[in-house]
């Protein structure tokens, strides 16, 4: 039984959201791992290791503040993209574009 497009499409981008959370939760604990000790202790918890507040940030962690807000962009990018194909497909369902 074959899939329809659409359905495959919808998988791809649920893929899209999965994947790039798993990349950037790889990425930042590859971070954290080479920071020292007692940069390791200022961060938040496990898996988002959110940085201290920016007027508290010490010199040590501004390279991984930068990193930690380039893949949140990543993220909410992979995200818009998986909502703005989520509603082209809704759209096109609705329509009665045959599948």
Known sequence: MPISPNR?????????????TIWR?????????????????LLGPEPQFQPPPD????????????LHRRT??????????AAFFAALILFLALKGTPS
Not at 8 to 20: E, K, N, P, Y
Not at 28 to 33: F, I, K, Y
Not at 55 to 66: C, T
């Open 25 to 41: 939760r790889n990425r930042l604990r590859r971070a954290v791992r080479n920071l020292p000790t007692r940069m390791q202790r």
């Open 8 to 20: 495959a499409l919808f998988a791809v981008f649920v893929m899209l959201i999965v994947f790039s």
């Open 55 to 66: 007027d508290a940030l010490p010199d040590g962690l501004r390279a991984y503040a930068a």
């Open 72 to 81: 949140r962009w990543v993220i909410y990018l992979c995200r818009a993209a």
